[in-house]
């Protein structure tokens, strides 16, 4: 059975998930690439480097995020959304947008991560990261699912 | 330690992984959409039915096709590529992707699907399927990992 989620089991995937793709385009190119990310109910918070994402989406702001959880062929959901990216400069925005990233990814660290002291910048306790801070809201969202069940599959 | 894939490792995760996302784009929209696919080392094949990525794939054929694996934010694999979306009418070639899609579907329908008889094309032990077939020979391909072992993560 095929069926479209409603806004709340749109909201619970978009929490539940750690891993989400950003679709970009610019000057005939289509790019597709996988991010960390942490949603608190308004923006999509990224952190990343410099690179080809960052550029393409500086030229081209308007990008689709999707993600996606099967447990099989059969029974899997998806959410595909698309925004706007906004870089934030240091101010009151990044340093928010860093709060929400910590609190989601600390918990979700490997015990290897953990171990290794590896410098992954969410570890150190101070307010600002080294890198770029950038978020997007938005504005239309989608999801749908199939499931064999009489419950759609959740993912958890 | 991030790194870069070779050759070998792409092929190795493209023919692993089950679910890829398409990422196309029409008129100032880019789309990017989850699809189940199988590989066989030339083409990415998938089988669908009318609706918003076909029309778009249509319309512009050029493609982003991308696929990840993640063990957690420390270890993970992605393979992200570029190639022409190509529809495949009755013939040889259709016949021949239903061949790999039948081959690399059946094996990992989930045993719900398989007692509840679904209607699901692959089941059939018919030459042709109901619905769109297309494949997406990728003309490039690029591969990154990142991993904390001396290893790196390969998905299993």
């Known amino acids: 059975m095929f069926g ?5 089991e749109i909201e619970q995937l978009l929490r539940q998930q750690l891993v989400g793709r950003i679709g970009c385009h610019v000057d005939g190119l289509t790019y597709v690439v996988p991010v960390s990310y942490a949603y608190d109910g308004d923006y999509i918070y990224c952190h ?3 690179g080809m994402k960052i550029n393409m989406m500086r030229k081209n702001p308007d990008v689709c995020f999707e993600i996606d959880s099967a447990w099989n062929y059969s029974n899997w959901q998806s959410v595909i959304g698309w ?4 870089e ?7 340093t928010q947008a860093i709060a929400v990233l910590r609190e989601r990814k600390l918990p979700m660290l490997s015990s290897e991560t953990m171990h290794l002291g590896l410098l992954w910048p969410f570890h150190s306790g101070e307010r600002d990261v080294d890198g770029i801070i950038f978020r997007i809201q ?14 759609p599959f959740f993912a958890t």
């Not at 934030?88 to 990044?94: C, H, S, T, V, W």
């Open 48 to 50: 990343t480097h410099e």
């Open 88 to 94: 934030l400069a240091e101010g009151p925005e990044r």
């Open 83 to 86: 925004g706007s990216f906004e």
């Open 4 to 8: 479209k989620m409603n806004t709340a």
């Open 138 to 151: 938005l504005k239309e969202k989608t999801g749908r699912y199939e499931t064999t069940t009489a419950e």
